[in-house]
């Protein structure tokens, strides 16, 4: 659904729209699209790198917000697989710039007992990027409170392909005996095994399509989009983002309960 906040919340300051959201409707994992950044470098006559900058500004914010709200998983979609086709300039700023990023972040991993979780096709990566996953990654396993999933190099149907090869070797290599493949099964598979789906994914900059992320995982997922470009999409966007999502009813395909009764 495409967002349109109400007149009469659009006043509230940030602390009364916080005291509107119920604690019991938050829900327990977010994906985030974060889209828009060339464009809002673009409309400020800068080059594009500064918006990825800026951007990373806006995912900490955002991951502090998450972790404020106690909202335990969160997933974001930080490079696709067919962001390799880029000019080849940008893909090695992004990539430097990813490696800033978790060199940073590493100490707020820790303060935050999150733990980080790259999925994607990370062999196409610089190989001190996939070093330096890899290290993050096993130094924050441990943790089980909060995870954050980072899609590098990832594609919703790639992943899906990945996973149904990956399946019909165990098959041929004997791991799976006369094991009717139901969607549990699958589902362990993916690059989310273990991870529950997300209730609600948020795209910024005024795109209203999925492009090619977590097709398997989002089946039932509330959708929302923003006009609000990603390094604009800070706390206020956020609350407003779950305010709009707990007048949602969720059914899964079910009949609501008004229906029912």
């Known amino acids: 659904m495409n967002h ?74 930080a490079f696709s697989y067919e962001n390799w086709n880029r000019p080849e300039y940008e893909t090695t700023q992004l990539m430097a710039l990813l490696e800033e990023y978790l060199e940073h972040e590493r100490a707020r991993f820790q303060e935050y007992k999150t733990r980080f979780l790259p999925i994607g096709r990370l062999d196409s990566l610089p190989a001190s990027i996939q070093s330096l996953l890899q290290t993050v990654k096993e130094e924050t396993q441990h943790f089980t409170q909060h995870t954050l999933t980072v899609a590098l190099s990832y594609g919703g149907r790639s992943e899906i392909i990945d996973a149904i090869n990956h399946l019909i070797t165990d098959v041929q290599n004997g791991v799976l005996l006369n094991q009717p493949v139901n969607e549990t099964l699958f589902q362990q598979y993916l690059a989310t095994a273990n991870v529950p ?54 059914r899964f395909g079910g009949l609501s309960h008004a229906v029912t009764h």
Not at 26 to 53: C, E, Q, S, T, V
Not at 201 to 227: D, H, P, V
């Open 4 to 77: 349109s906040s109400s007149d009469h919340v659009l006043h509230l300051s940030d602390d009364q729209l916080l005291r509107q959201l119920d604690p019991d409707q938050r829900p327990r994992h977010i994906a985030f699209i974060m889209d828009g950044n060339g464009r809002w470098a673009k409309f400020k006559h800068l080059p594009r790198i500064a918006g990825h900058r800026q951007g990373l500004l806006a995912l900490r914010d955002i991951l502090g917000t998450c972790h404020e709200l106690d909202i335990p998983i969160v997933t974001i979609y």
């Open 197 to 250: 789906d997300p209730d609600l994914l948020i795209r910024t900059s005024g795109e209203n399509r999925l492009s090619n992320f977590l097709l398997w995982q989002i089946a039932y997922t509330e959708l929302y989009f923003t006009k609000t470009f990603w390094p604009d999409f800070r706390r206020r966007e956020l609350i407003l983002a779950l305010l709009d999502y707990q007048t949602r009813e969720r």
